[in-house]
């Protein structure tokens, strides 16, 4: 098992920037990938960005290609999202999740950090 916990979250004004955590720990030498993902009151959730653990390989959702970055240490097991020029529209709950190499889908979620950004 992976256990995930996020931080960094919190309130920033439109045009702001902010950087995201996930702590990663347990049997992290199994991750495939790892990933961002959002869900704001009311709307379904979204995958922001998307990254191969052991690797470089990145993939982001149109909504924030050009202004997020996903990034990993795998020495400290950490997955960072920075997150610049953010907009009203950016504001959810974020969650990083992993996927192991022997499963199809994200399987280990962190809890959630909240991110507002004010107009």
């Known amino acids: 098992q992976v256990q995930l916990v996020e931080s960094g979250g919190g309130l920033v004004q439109a045009g702001g920037s902010l950087r995201l955590s996930c702590a990663a720990s347990?049997?992290?030498?199994?991750?495939?990938?790892m990933a961002w993902f959002r869900q704001a009151p009311g709307k379904e959730r979204e995958r922001v960005a998307t990254?191969?653990?052991?690797?470089?390989?990145?993939n982001y959702a149109d909504s924030v290609k050009g202004r997020f970055t996903i990034s990993n240490d795998n020495a400290k097991n950490t997955l960072y999202l920075q997150m610049n020029s953010l907009k009203p529209e950016d504001t959810a709950v974020y969650y990083c999740a992993a996927q192991r190499r022997d499963r199809g889908d994200f399987s280990s979620w962190g809890q959630g950090t909240q991110v507002t950004v004010s107009s």
């Open positions: 990254i191969v653990w052991f690797g470089s390989a990145t």
């Open positions: 347990g049997r992290t030498s199994n991750i495939a990938y």
